[in-house]
């Protein structure tokens, strides 16, 4: 497997995989851990065991993801849930040798660490669930669960960039409704009525703007890169599916 992304100031094992490695083939080709692809379910959960064993050195270390549903529910984690995915985009949890993972293709991950309190957590952050609030609402279940948002450090993985993430003008709407000033993540598109939209700067002005401190971001954009999954490249391609790449973070034991 080739390196996964990692963020140099984390001290919990963690990373954003890409598409490298793994045993899924054609569409999948690579490392899919999406359960909810129409690749083999085998495949999967291999390729889900592979990215477990780089993470903790074990290919049985449970790995738990979300049903993910672009809000801003997030759940604490204590366990296993198996097969029995909560319908929730972030975790939060202080149990060691549990694994967080997030899946995305062109969405936004971010992880979060408060090394200190031992507490981290990790979150699906599309437009979506960034304009409702997905990243400050993980940010107070950790402070919740003893963390301290002063030392509480974020990493946003590969996702779409500006250039790769053209929108419309009722999109940029919904986001100036909201707050004028998010205009300035708009930038001109290839006529009056189409805008490039910077969905992680939105994303870390969020988490400035909850007060972290430390927020390190991946200049990886998943639309341009082979190495990495992307629904808005797939769409673009016709093709009738897409893999989803892990980001994941564990409490060492």
């Known amino acids: 497997m080739t ?26 080709t690579g490392l899919n851990c999406g359960p909810g692809s129409g690749d083999s379910p085998d495949n999967v959960l291999e390729n889900r065991q592979i990215a477990a064993e780089y993470l903790s050195g074990s290919r049985e270390t449970p790995l738990v993801s979300c049903y993910q ?23 939060v949890t202080n149990v060691p040798g549990l694994i967080l993972g997030i899946l995305t293709a062109d969405c936004t991950p971010v992880l979060f660490e408060d090394a200190e309190a031992r507490i981290i957590g990790a979150a699906h952050a599309g437009w979506q669930g960034a304009l409702s609030g997905v990243l400050e609402a993980t940010i107070a279940v950790m402070e919740n669960t003893g963390a301290d948002r002063s030392r ?19 999109f940029r709407a919904r986001f100036q409704d909201v707050q004028p ?6 930038a001109e598109g290839r006529d009056p009525n189409h805008f ?11 988490l400035k703007q909850a ?11 998943t639309y341009s890169s ?16 897409y893999g989803r790449q892990l980001s994941a973070i564990m409490l060492k034991p």
């Not at 890409?18 to 569409?27: E, F, M, W």
């Open 3 to 28: 390196t996964p992304t990692l963020c140099p100031h984390f001290d919990s094992p963690h990373a954003f995989f890409g598409r490298n490695g793994g045993v899924s083939t054609g569409i999948y």
């Open 69 to 91: 549903v672009h809000g801003a529910w997030v759940t604490y984690t204590v366990g296993d849930w198996g097969e029995e995915r909560p319908k929730s985009d972030a975790m």
């Open 152 to 170: 509480i450090k974020a990493a946003i993985g590969p996702t779409i960039h500006q250039p790769s993430y053209e929108i419309g003008e009722e």
């Open 181 to 186: 000033e998010y205009a300035r993540f708009f």
């Open 196 to 206: 490039q939209f910077d969905l992680p700067g939105f994303a870390k002005h969020r």
């Open 211 to 221: 007060g972290l401190r430390s927020i390190w971001m991946s200049d990886i954009d």
């Open 226 to 241: 082979d190495d990495h999954f992307s629904f808005r490249r797939t769409t673009h391609k016709n093709e009738p599916d």
